[in-house]
Antibody, heavy 122, light 108 residues
C-alpha cells in the first residue's frame, strides 16, 4: 500500500523556520517526482513545489520562492520542505503527494498524505 | 502564470441529478487538466487526469472532457457519497501547477 506520512508541523511565529518531513512507503520512491501541496484553513488547494526524481528539476509557486526549499533523500524514501521566513499567510495544512513517474504519463498527483498543519501566528 | 477559473463556486443538487462543473484556463493547456474530489477532513483524491482519463477505481459516473482552455467534469447521476468539493488543476509544461478555486457540491 502506498503511504505518505507527514510530520514537523506546528505553531511558529512569523519569521521563524520549520522543516517538514514526509516518510513514504509502498512504492519505489526514487522513480517518482514528488510534490508539496498546501491548503489554508477553509480555503482551496495551492500547489507549492515539485521535485524530479534526481533533484535536477525543482519548481516552486512564486509566493514561496527564495523562502522554501524542497529536497529528498532517495535512500531514506523521504521528502522534505524547509520553510524559512514564515509568514502568517503560510498557515495551512501541507500535503506530501506522489507525482508522476514521467511528466504527462498517468495521473500527476495520485497518492496524498493526510497532511501536517503549520500555523504561523504571533 | 496560468490561471484556472472554475464555475460555479457552489451548487445544490439532488441524488440522481446530472451535475456539470466547468474549468477555464487563462491560456491553452492542451489536455493537461486534472480533476480532484475532496471531502471534509480528508486529503483530495484524483478522479480524472489528462482531461478525460478516468483514474483507476473511480466510478464511471464521473467523466471529463475538453481541451485547450475549456474543460468539464460531469457526474452523470449524483450519489450521496459525491457531495464534496471538486478542484481542477493544470499541469501544462510539468513545471508550475495551479488549481482552480473549487466547486462545492451540496445537497438540495
Amino acid at each position: 500500500e502506498v503511504q505518505m506520512v507527514e510530520s514537523g508541523g506546528g505553531l511558529v511565529q512569523p519569521g521563524w523556520s520549520l522543516r517538514l518531513s514526509c516518510a513514504t512507503s509502498g512504492f519505489t520512491f526514487s522513480n517518482y517526482w514528488m510534490s508539496w501541496v498546501r491548503q489554508a484553513p477553509g480555503k482551496g488547494l495551492e500547489w507549492v513545489a515539485n521535485m524530479k526524481q534526481d533533484g535536477s528539476e525543482i519548481y516552486y509557486v512564486d509566493s514561496v520562492k527564495g523562502r522554501f526549499t524542497i529536497s529528498r533523500d532517495n535512500a531514506k524514501n523521504s521528502l522534505y520542505l524547509q520553510m524559512n521566513s514564515l509568514r502568517v499567510e503560510d498557515t495551512a495544512t501541507y500535503y506530501c503527494v506522489r507525482a508522476w513517474a514521467k511528466p504527462g504519463t498517468g495521473p500527476p498527483l495520485d497518492h496524498w498524505g493526510q497532511g501536517t498543519l503549520v500555523t504561523v501566528s504571533s | 502564470d496560468i490561471q484556472m477559473t472554475q464555475s460555479p463556486s457552489s451548487l445544490s443538487a439532488s441524488v440522481g441529478d446530472r451535475v456539470t462543473i466547468t474549468c477555464r484556463a487563462s491560456q491553452s493547456i492542451s489536455i493537461n487538466l486534472n480533476w480532484y474530489q475532496q471531502k471534509p477532513g480528508n486529503a483530495p483524491k484524483i478522479l480524472i487526469y489528462a482531461a478525460s482519463s478516468l483514474q483507476s477505481g473511480v466510478p464511471s459516473r464521473f467523466s471529463g472532457s475538453g481541451s485547450g482552455t475549456d474543460f468539464t467534469l460531469t457526474i452523470s447521476s449524483l450519489q450521496p457519497e459525491d457531495f464534496a468539493t471538486y478542484y481542477c488543476q493544470q499541469t501544462y509544461g510539468a513545471r508550475t501547477w495551479t488549481f482552480g478555486q473549487g466547486t462545492k457540491v451540496e445537497m438540495k
